[in-house]
């Protein structure tokens, strides 16, 4: 007789697993398991904790800007407002004059963002491929600009951008040097030149990303004649999609919330974190020139601190909002890019 030959593929028969039942049994199984359960415990707890610290202030934002005037600062409505009101987010909406103060913050951003990639991944690639021993002397200034403060270079860049010159070429045409200062223009040229609002992280992070790639992409570019320029944007930028996403993730939020280079240099009043400032600085005066722009049923009070800190509040959710639902439809990616970006090499 022939033994049955078990079909491949079949499902296996579950063992199923018996439960202690003496008490040197439970011993047993709790010296073997309980290090496991305790450290699952401990690691769960670790995260409620950040992320209640985390997501508890932008939490009370949203409960004191629905919430209404006449609740404000009372205990019993601390975080579920028992009243909805859209007072004070409209009439943050009014003051910030938001619709154009968003779509400028939103462009000069976007243009930054784009200027901040293309020179990071160009001068991350040279310090990535090119061999020369004093070009990569020279990636020690690279990390010098990430650890020297930006205030420190303060004063030497206003005075530059105030009277910006090349080598003294334009003063010579022109017989004096151009004013850049209240232009987004030095903004971008710093982003173009690699100086920009944490350039020098940028380029760090496209050098090891670009490290990590293997030399036979380039290679067989070569061999099919691109030259340098043309097998970094044909061939090695669409595979570093990884380190794009992370970089623009970075800049377009550093960009958005910074506050320093806006106002040293653009000195706009249509961005919206210097909208901001300006907005906080002088509440009460803000709060009664747009008097007459918001519905005249609202509780509205223009010498209340808590009505000011409400409004001021609502004003800080409209600045947050683009960027909380930009990292809703890109965090997965960004997750995954930032794993692959600037660890590798």
């Known amino acids: ?39 699952s415990a401990l690691r769960y707890a670790l995260i409620l904790c950040i992320g209640f610290i985390i997501l508890m202030p932008i939490l009370k934002m949203a409960s004191q800007t629905f919430m209404s005037p006449e609740e404000v600062g009372t205990p019993v409505s601390t975080w579920v407002p028992s009243v909805f009101s859209m007072e004070h987010i409209t009439v ?57 403060p930006p205030s420190v270079l303060m004063l030497p860049q206003y005075l530059f951008f105030r009277n910006f010159d090349i080598f003294g070429i334009i003063k010579l ?50 061999m099919d004649g691109c030259g340098f320029l043309k097998t970094l944007f044909m061939i090695i930028m669409p595979n570093a999609v990884p380190g794009i996403i992370t970089v623009g993730v970075l800049s377009f939020v550093w960009n958005w919330n910074d506050t320093y280079y806006a106002n040293l240099f653009v000195q706009n009043k249509l961005n919206l974190m210097v909208k901001l400032k300006s907005v906080s600085g002088d509440m009460e005066n803000n709060l009664w020139a747009i008097k007459s722009k918001v519905p005249g049923d609202y509780y509205f009070q223009t010498a209340n601190p808590l009505y000011q800190g409400a409004v001021l509040t609502a004003a800080s959710l409209l600045v947050i909002i683009p960027l909380i639902v930009m990292y809703m439809f890109i965090q997965k990616r960004f997750v995954e890019s930032a794993s692959n970006a600037g660890i590798v090499g």
């Open 1 to 39: 007789m022939t033994k049955s030959k078990v079909k491949k593929g079949a499902p296996k028969r579950a063992v199923a697993r018996r439960l202690p039942k003496t008490a040197n049994e439970w011993v047993v199984w709790f010296r073997r398991k309980g290090g496991h359960i305790l450290m």
């Open 92 to 148: 943050a909406f009014t003051m910030m004059n938001y619709p154009a103060a968003l779509a400028y913050t939103l462009a000069t951003t976007a243009g930054q963002v784009i200027l901040q990639i293309l020179s990071a991944a160009v001068t991350g690639y040279s310090f990535a491929r090119i061999r020369s021993k004093g070009l990569q002397k020279l990636f020690a200034f690279v990390i010098l600009t990430i650890v020297v």
């Open 173 to 222: 045409i022109t017989g004096d040097s151009l004013r850049l200062l209240g232009n987004p223009l030095t903004l971008y040229l710093m982003d173009l030149c690699g100086v920009g609002l944490k350039g020098g992280l940028y380029i760090f992070i496209f050098r090891q990303f670009f490290r990590g790639l293997p030399r036979e992409l380039e290679e067989a570019a070569h």
